[in-house]
Structures are given as C-alpha cells and as structure tokens.
C-alpha cells in the first residue's frame, strides 16, 4: 500500500523553463511534506518543505504547493536549470512521528 | 559540519557471508534512520532509532537483518547470511528532534552479493 504516489517517473523540460513536479498521498494523518533532490551515487538532499497549515512555500526558484483537499502537492521549478536534473523524491510524516513515508522518485532531465 | 558518514562506500561479497554496513550521523543529532533503495520499492525505511534506542524495526525484511547503535555516534546494520535479493543502495539518515523533521542522507553503501 503506496501511502505517498509519485506517478509520473520521468520529466523531461526546456532550461528556462517551469518543471511541475507532482505527488498524491493517501493517508490524511500526513501533516508535513518535504521534497528531496538525488544525484547519482550521492544521498537524497532536503530541498524543501511545507506543513499542513499552508499551502504554499517558496525559496528562490523552487516553490512548493499543497492542496489537501486533493491530497495533492506540487514541486515547480523556475526556471529550470541542466544542474537541476536529478530524482527529486516526495515525502510526508505524521504528527509526532519520526518517520518519512517516501515516493518512488521523478527523474527531471532539463535539456540545455 | 562532516554530514552523515557510511561505510563502505561499496561491497560487492558473496551470497552467505556477513556484511557490516555502518553509519556516523551528524553530531548532536538524536534520531537515526537505515533505508534501503531498490528499483522496484523505491526508498524503504528498515530501522529507525531516537536517542540510541531502536523505536522501530517493522521495516527489517528479515531476522537475517540486524541493527545496532551503541552509542549516539555510531550505528551498524548487519546483514547475515547475506543474499542476492539483498543487493541495493543503503542510507543512513539523521535528524535532531525537537526541529522539523528534515532527514539528512549520507551518500550510502551500495552493496552487492554474488
């Protein structure tokens, strides 16, 4: 049971342009979303996050949305930059709990 | 600040021997997290620990499976005997509670049994 549901695998986009990243989740207990960026034979690196009691969050070119109704969140990117391309990862946790319930990742290729 | 530190960086072993993967989380950093990733499940988390005290293990596949952290420094996950099934990429993750709950990765062990 995929508790948090990255559908799309792929991207691919234009530098310069937006990249939209998405991710669905199932579980209504989940009040605090991160997205994480991962390079190849590195570790998954905090880009951003968002509690449940916004719906939007911004830092530079990364912006984070929350829809809870549709228990939907978005990552977008503008512009898009070739360094961006890597896997981004959703994640989500429950109040008072330690651990991270992760997608299954999005590989962004933006193309010079 | 150093970030979170495994070890080895890569393991190739054969089936049936024991393997030792270890981990140093960020220093003042309570909370200690063991992932495995596959292609097919993704980043699943195995193991997690708050103040050197396993809170949490449902995650560990099998009792083939072990970890351990003896102190708030240092953290092994053991695999014995080991398998083919058992190849993937393997993270630690630390946090500090009390703050968001943002994980910090080391850059993981990838290990593969033959």
């Known amino acids: ?112 | 600040d150093a970030g979170v530190i495994q070890s080895p960086r890569h393991e190739v072993t054969e089936m049936g021997q024991e393997v030792t993967l270890r981990c140093k989380p960020i220093s003042g950093h309570n909370s200690l997290f063991w992932y495995r990733q596959t292609m097919m499940r993704g980043l699943e988390l195995l193991i997690y620990f708050n103040n050197n005290v396993p809170i949490d293990d449902s995650g560990m596949p099998e009792d083939r499976f072990s970890a351990k952290m003896p102190n708030a420094s240092f953290s092994t996950l053991k695999i014995q005997p080991s398998e083919p099934r058992d190849s993937a990429v393997y993270f630690c993750a630390s946090r500090s509670t009390g703050r968001a709950n943002i994980q910090y990765f080391g850059a993981g062990t990838r290990l593969s049994v033959l």
């Open chain 1, 1 to 112: 049971d995929q508790q948090v549901k990255q559908n799309s695998p792929s991207l691919s986009v234009q530098e310069g342009r937006i990249s939209i990243l998405n991710c669905d989740y199932t579980n209504s207990m989940f009040d605090y979303f991160l997205w994480y960026k991962k390079y190849p034979a590195e570790g998954p690196t905090f880009l951003i996050s968002i509690s449940s009691i916004k719906d939007k969050n911004e830092d530079g070119r990364f912006t984070v949305f929350l829809n809870k109704s549709a228990k939907h969140l978005s990552l977008h990117i503008v512009p898009s930059q070739p360094g961006d391309s890597a896997v981004y990862f959703c994640a989500a946790s429950q109040p008072s709990n330690s651990k991270l319930t992760f997608g299954k990742g999005i590989t962004l290729s933006v193309r010079p």
